[in-house]
């Protein structure tokens, strides 16, 4: 079968399409011909080498979500999830390819009335999204912004926040065309990526981070007293060895800085969330933003893509 993989950290040009043999699902997994795979921000800090120190090596199939039917099962799963179609969480790859391997603790039937490519948008992107608030300890009538808010998991926090009755949702992002979508979303601020805007909130009780990388402590001075940030991806890279020390010189603010990964959350809450938001999205409540389907084959233009900013929502691989 065909599956893409990282021969060389770096640039997009690192991904090669090779052949591999079809998996075998082993005890408690399940095997999934994909139909749609979800192209998302960890993927490309994987590929660029970012989390090279967490193990993952060259030769590393990237991809975490996948949609498809459920093909064949392992020892010690219900045979009747052969032929449902699905939503899965593969880790932290192993989703690039044809048919692909997940536990069957990690995967969701798809309702009726969702798409595939509809299914890996929303996914992992508004479960991360929902948690990352809840871990900031955001409620009704506080100020969000949201620093990346064109991708998948800002798009997502930007709905979430304006649904939870936020009394600002600010959004950072690079054009006036894409803040004018923000604003169809839910956005209320749209501020340039600075964060700065004629009209911009004059502090937030909550900033979730999407982006990180070098200019991630400036954005300690647009907190409020008692302000939090959740930093929840580095799409930029880390910040700088000291960005704590911004934070620390407003001491007398009392603000708090944390980071949130999906990983400390039980697979059982994971699940309820997001069959929720499934269920919002189906009343049209929520809305998942496919930015292009593109072939398995073009994964390296899907990667590029997303390095040249061009990305509003996420991209899907078809195989």
Known sequence: MKAVVIQSFGSADGLAVIDIPAPVPGPGQVTIAAEAIGVGGVDAMIRRGTLAGYGIEEGHIPGSEVAGAVTAVGEGVDASWIGKHVWAFTGRGGGYVEQALAPVEEILPLPADMSAADAVTLGSSGMVAHFALAHAHFVPGEAVLIRGAAGSIGIMAVQLAARGGARAVAVTTSSAERGARLRALGATHVLDRSGDGADAPTGYDVIIDIISGPDMPAFFDKLAPNGRMVAVGAVAGFPPADFGAAMLASF?????????????????????????????AGSGDLRAVVHESLPLEKAALAHRKMDDGEVFGRIVLVP
């Open 252 to 280: 007398v603010k009392s603000l708090s800085f944390a980071t949130f990964s999906a990983d400390t959350v039980a697979p059982s809450a994971r699940r309820a969330v997001q069959l929720d938001q499934w269920a919002a």
